[in-house]
């Protein structure tokens, strides 16, 4: 059930399109994930992103030299160096909507092309170490004189400022740094980081929300200024409930005393948690259903779902502390309820009846069968050269008088060189070729 809506793949560039950000312009140093994110939430608004490629190279994500699924011939792929380097789909969900152009920055000849990138852009955005724009002579100091009313924007771990500024990092690197590992993982055991790098993602949508403000603030000032983002802390605003029990209860951040699953701790009610579901998809991987009741009508209405209104006068479950104390054996009682139902029957049931609820999804489920998601159009369909049709990660925000939509595909290597430096910058066919020649782009 994959939204059928497509972009013309002809018309890769956002900017081309109507939006709240149409006009604005981005010159894009950012790489990994943390630093893409932030200016492709902007493409979604018309905003056009200018991103650089390093000349002879490419992006980590860009390409993968291996194959997860499919044949020889049912993946295009690009042979560089000796090896068949094949269209990452990781790439396209960090860059889609952007501009992309090639240009080598140790040669002075790039960095001068910098240069006049800049004066002609809003705002410029880079996640490298703190030393690597300085060696390269663009202090903010430089960036500002040459446009005064540009933002720039750093993102990395710790900061541009202290005697860690030069330190290296990603995801699970402020993960660690902001205490949120420390606070992970079960009692009695090492700290332990989650499987995913969430704060290179969560970072990026903070990074977003920084520039933006920017943005917003140079518009009314007529003045530029330097954003210095550190992911780690961004990380600490997710510590909340650790510094509030540390101020009211005395207690340090910890682990809790006992493995809590899916079970709630802040606040404790009861039942909370995902229950086991008739069916299992392709690979063999169980249906689940998540379930909880944070009300004694929600309780209730559950008993009587299950055709046990009884359970609601049961000692052991009569309030919510009761149920709390003898959850396992509630969750028994309700595992047994689900075991025999398909999980989007038990989503409805409770949901239908006040009970919150909701079937725990892959990733298939979402692009492929979530029936809201398909009604709000979260994945549009946009053809790319190399991966085909593919379904795209939209913007989750709505707005009647200024929507987001995914305005393109990610862009290929070098795709717009002759855009950048030939129509924005003027540059002759004769200049460009000499610049390919000699390396610079």
């Known amino acids: 059930m994959t939204t059928t809506h497509k972009t013309d793949p002809t018309d890769n560039a956002a900017h081309k399109q109507k939006g709240?950000?149409?006009g604005i312009r981005v010159l894009d140093f950012t790489w990994k994930t943390v630093g893409p994110w932030a200016p492709r939430l902007l493409t979604h608004y018309g905003a056009e992103v200018i991103h650089v490629e390093r000349a002879g190279g490419f992006d980590d994500h860009r390409y993968e030299t291996h194959r997860s699924i499919g044949t020889d011939d049912e993946k295009p792929n690009h042979i560089q160096g000796g090896k068949n380097l094949y269209t990452?789909?990781?790439?396209?969900?960090?860059?889609?909507?952007?501009?992309?152009?090639?240009?080598?920055?140790?040669?002075?000849?790039?960095?001068?092309?910098?240069?006049?990138?800049?004066?002609?852009?809003?705002?410029?955005?880079?996640?490298?170490?703190?030393?690597?724009?300085?060696?390269?002579?663009?202090?903010?100091?430089?960036?500002?004189?040459?446009?005064?009313?540009?933002?720039?924007?750093?993102?990395?771990?710790?900061?541009?400022?202290?005697?860690?500024?030069?330190?290296?990092?990603?995801?699970?690197?402020?993960?660690?740094?902001?205490?949120?590992?420390?606070?992970?993982?079960?009692?009695?055991?090492?700290?332990?980081?989650?499987?995913?790098?969430?704060?290179?993602?969560?970072?990026?949508?903070?990074?977003?929300?920084?520039?933006?403000?920017?943005?917003?603030?140079?518009?009314?000032?007529g003045k530029g200024f330097y954003i210095d983002y550190s992911v780690t802390e961004g990380a600490m605003t997710m510590v909340g409930p650790y510094l509030l029990d540390f101020q009211v209860n005395g207690r340090r951040t910890r682990r809790p005393d006992f493995p809590p699953g899916n079970h709630a701790i802040f606040p404790s009610v009861a039942p909370h948690n995902?229950?086991?579901?008739?069916?299992?998809?392709?690979?063999?991987?169980?249906?689940?259903?998540?379930?909880?009741?944070?009300?004694?009508?929600?309780?209730?209405?559950?008993?009587?779902?299950?055709?046990?209104?009884?359970?609601?006068?049961?000692?052991?479950?009569?309030?919510?502390e009761a149920r709390v104390k003898n959850q396992d054996a509630l969750d028994a009682i309700i595992g047994r309820w689900t075991r025999a139902r398909r999980r989007y029957d038990v989503m409805h049931k409770c949901q239908g009846a006040g009970v919150i609820a909701a079937a725990v999804q892959s990733a298939e489920d979402r692009v492929e069968y979530d029936q809201q998601l398909h009604h709000r159009e979260m994945h549009p369909i946009i053809n790319h050269p190399d991966l085909g049709d593919v379904a795209y990660e939209g913007y989750p925000v709505k707005m009647s008088r200024t929507p987001a939509f995914v305005h393109g595909r990610g862009p290929m290597l070098a795709e717009h060189n002759q855009y950048v430096y030939g129509e924005l910058l003027g540059m002759s066919e004769t200049e460009i070729a000499g610049l390919r020649e000699r390396g610079v782009i």
């Not at 040669?107 to 170490?129: H, M, W, Y």
């Not at 086991?276 to 998540?290: K, M, N, P």
Request: glycine share 12%.
């Open 274 to 320: 995902t229950y086991r579901c008739s069916g299992a998809d392709r690979v063999g991987q169980y249906w689940w259903v998540f379930i909880a009741c944070e009300t004694q009508a929600q309780f209730e209405a559950l008993c009587a779902l299950m055709n046990q209104p009884g359970l609601a006068l049961d000692p052991k479950f009569a309030t919510n």
């Open 20 to 22: 709240v950000l149409s």
């Open 88 to 221: 990452d789909p990781y790439f396209n969900t960090l860059h889609h909507g952007k501009l992309a152009i090639s240009l080598n920055t140790r040669n002075p000849e790039g960095l001068k092309i910098v240069e006049r990138l800049i004066t002609q852009c809003d705002a410029i955005v880079e996640n490298f170490s703190a030393e690597v724009f300085p060696n390269w002579g663009l202090t903010w100091e430089r960036i500002h004189a040459l446009n005064p009313k540009i933002i720039y924007m750093s993102s990395s771990g710790f900061g541009h400022t202290g005697d860690w500024k030069g330190y290296r990092s990603f995801g699970p690197t402020a993960a660690a740094q902001s205490g949120l590992t420390l606070a992970s993982g079960l009692p009695g055991q090492p700290p332990a980081g989650w499987g995913y790098s969430y704060l290179d993602v969560m970072g990026g949508w903070m990074g977003g929300l920084a520039l933006m403000q920017g943005l917003l603030q140079a518009k009314k000032t």
